[in-house]
């Protein structure tokens, strides 16, 4: 047995040779060398944990990942297909598909990625999602705000995720007048194009943004905790200041509303029997909660730190011994009687996204023992230019704290250094 790893992340915080070293046959990885790069990390000289490693210049060459990927699953003998990055799911469920492997499979991938069929899905099982429609011309956009008013909210149709695509760059595009919405229609909807398959107009939904994150290991939720940002990411998203992503805490009512709602919807959508999830919800002011998305593998960002933090485990090695059969030391020794992970601290993330300029200054590396992780991934006198997409981060860390109170003390304390002592122009 053999587990072949598309991987288009940096190396070190995935050690999947470590995460699987007791898996028969070993471990199989194409990794990706822009991406390695851009994690500051030097090349590996040699294979490492790996039975084989296999680095390409970037996963955006997909003819030549397609055809790597296929020779080694049969030079290997493949047996298992491990994917975490939404650009690759379908490429690991076409693989196993191909080769008769276990695991997510075209068909069953459409509910996390095709946004109508989601929210359909969702609703049908009771769960709210806000008004949408796919976006096919500018006249039907301009009658689904007829009905529905502005803010309007234009996404991805296929594939959840905050990437350029288009909705526009660096993620999903929100128009909250109605000349924003004329230039938007005259940029999305050229004159000699024709009718567009790839975008979606949503009801915008006033509300705190809330994500809930975990993982699936035999058909049951093992992991799973809901975080609230508590700032505006639109702020984030226009160049505004630090943005701080927290946990929440146990006693908080919303914790067991939201860990219901995720179960019910991960019921509604019939995902594979093991995998990572990432769901974010609305929170309105009128207390009700709004589905937004779903998808069946790990958020973005550092979330997947976070809940390494929180429960003591990354949730990624979870999955991919979940997916591979192997056996779950952590569950085992933690779970409670309902066979999920209980928290054993809070934990959040404080983020500054990269803007245009000159970097001037960086901030000092902080040594408190509950910094889980740090980074800042750019240097003084280095040009930055338009960010890439909503994950393009200037810096970002990860702390941890006995409750959500003390841990956003210190995110705060962190992200006001970020703001005075990062200076671009």
């Given at each position: 047995?053999?587990a072949?790893?598309l991987?288009?992340?940096p190396?070190?915080?995935?050690?999947?040779d470590r995460w699987?070293?007791?898996?028969?046959?070993?471990?199989?990885?194409?990794a990706a060398?822009?991406a390695i790069a851009?994690?500051?990390e030097q090349?590996?000289?040699?294979l490492g944990?790996?039975r084989?490693?296999?680095i390409?210049?970037?996963?955006?060459?997909?003819?030549?990942?397609d055809r790597l990927?296929?020779?080694?699953?049969y030079e290997y003998?493949?047996?298992?297909?491990?994917a975490h990055?939404e650009?690759?799911?379908h490429?690991?469920?076409?693989?196993?598909?191909?080769?008769?492997l276990?695991?997510?499979l075209?068909?069953g991938?459409?509910?996390f990625?095709?946004?109508?069929?989601?929210?359909?899905k969702?609703?049908?099982?009771?769960?709210?999602?806000a008004?949408h429609a796919?976006?096919g011309t500018a006249a039907?956009?301009?009658a689904?705000?007829?009905?529905?008013?502005?803010p309007?909210?234009?996404t991805?149709?296929?594939g959840?995720?905050?990437?350029t695509?288009?909705?526009?760059?660096?993620?999903?595009?929100?128009?909250?007048?109605g000349?924003?919405?004329e230039r938007?229609?005259?940029?999305?909807?050229?004159?000699?194009?024709?009718p567009?398959?790839?975008?979606l107009?949503?009801?915008?939904?006033?509300?705190?943004?809330?994500?809930?994150?975990g993982?699936?290991?035999?058909g049951r939720?093992?992991?799973?905790?809901p975080?609230?940002y508590?700032?505006?990411?639109?702020?984030?998203?226009?160049?505004?200041g630090?943005?701080?992503?927290l946990?929440?805490?146990?006693?908080d009512p919303?914790?067991?509303?939201l860990?219901?709602l995720?179960?019910d919807?991960?019921g509604a959508l019939e995902?594979?029997?093991?995998?990572?999830?990432?769901?974010?919800?609305?929170h309105?002011?009128d207390?009700?909660?709004?589905?937004c998305?779903?998808?069946a593998?790990?958020?973005?960002?550092r979330?997947?730190?976070?809940?390494?933090?929180?429960?003591?485990?990354h949730?990624?090695?979870l999955?991919?011994?979940?997916h591979?059969?192997?056996?779950?030391?952590?569950v085992?020794?933690?779970a409670r009687?309902?066979?999920?992970?209980?928290p054993?601290?809070?934990?959040?993330q404080?983020?500054?996204?990269k803007?245009?300029?000159?970097v001037?200054?960086i901030?000092?590396?902080?040594?408190e023992?509950w910094?889980?992780?740090?980074g800042?991934?750019?240097?003084?006198?280095?040009?930055?230019?338009d960010?890439?997409?909503?994950?393009?981060f200037?810096?970002?860390?990860?702390?941890?704290a006995?409750t959500r109170?003390?841990c956003?003390?210190r995110l705060r304390?962190?992200g006001?250094h970020?703001?005075?002592?990062?200076v671009?122009?």
């Amino acid at each position: 047995m053999t587990a072949l790893v598309l991987h288009r992340f940096p190396l070190d915080p995935f050690p999947y040779d470590r995460w699987l070293s007791d898996f028969d046959g070993g471990v199989v990885m194409i990794a990706a060398r822009d991406a390695i790069a851009a994690g500051g990390e030097q090349l590996p000289t040699g294979l490492g944990g790996y039975r084989h490693l296999e680095i390409v210049d970037t996963f955006e060459d997909g003819e030549l990942v397609d055809r790597l990927a296929r020779d080694l699953a049969y030079e290997y003998q493949v047996t298992h297909v491990i994917a975490h990055h939404e650009a690759d799911l379908h490429r690991a469920a076409a693989l196993r598909e191909k080769f008769g492997l276990p695991g997510q499979l075209p068909a069953g991938l459409a509910s996390f990625r095709d946004r109508v069929l989601m929210k359909r899905k969702l609703a049908a099982a009771g769960l709210e999602v806000a008004p949408h429609a796919p976006a096919g011309t500018a006249a039907e956009v301009r009658a689904f705000g007829a009905v529905h008013g502005l803010p309007l909210l234009f996404t991805d149709l296929d594939g959840p995720g905050s990437g350029t695509g288009p909705a526009g760059p660096a993620g999903p595009r929100i128009v909250r007048t109605g000349e924003e919405l004329e230039r938007y229609l005259a940029e999305a909807f050229a004159p000699a194009a024709g009718p567009r398959e790839d975008l979606l107009v949503e009801a915008f939904v006033a509300g705190r943004t809330c994500h809930v994150d975990g993982v699936v290991a035999g058909g049951r939720t093992v992991m799973a905790w809901p975080s609230r940002y508590a700032d505006d990411p639109g702020s984030f998203r226009s160049g505004g200041g630090a943005l701080v992503d927290l946990t929440l805490d146990p006693s908080d009512p919303l914790t067991p509303r939201l860990l219901t709602l995720v179960e019910d919807a991960l019921g509604a959508l019939e995902g594979p029997a093991d995998h990572a999830f990432h769901a974010k919800v609305f929170h309105t002011p009128d207390d009700r909660l709004v589905l937004c998305e779903i998808t069946a593998r790990p958020a973005g960002g550092r979330v997947q730190d976070v809940l390494g933090a929180v429960f003591g485990v990354h949730p990624v090695e979870l999955a991919a011994r979940a997916h591979v059969g192997l056996r779950l030391p952590a569950v085992e020794a933690r779970a409670r009687s309902g066979g999920r992970l209980e928290p054993v601290r809070m934990a959040g993330q404080v983020l500054m996204r990269k803007r245009m300029g000159t970097v001037r200054a960086i901030p000092t590396t902080p040594e408190e023992p509950w910094v889980e992780f740090y980074g800042v991934f750019a240097e003084p006198g280095e040009v930055i230019g338009d960010p890439v997409d909503a994950c393009d981060f200037l810096a970002v860390a990860v702390l941890s704290a006995p409750t959500r109170s003390e841990c956003e003390k210190r995110l705060r304390a962190l992200g006001g250094h970020f703001e005075t002592e990062i200076v671009v122009g």
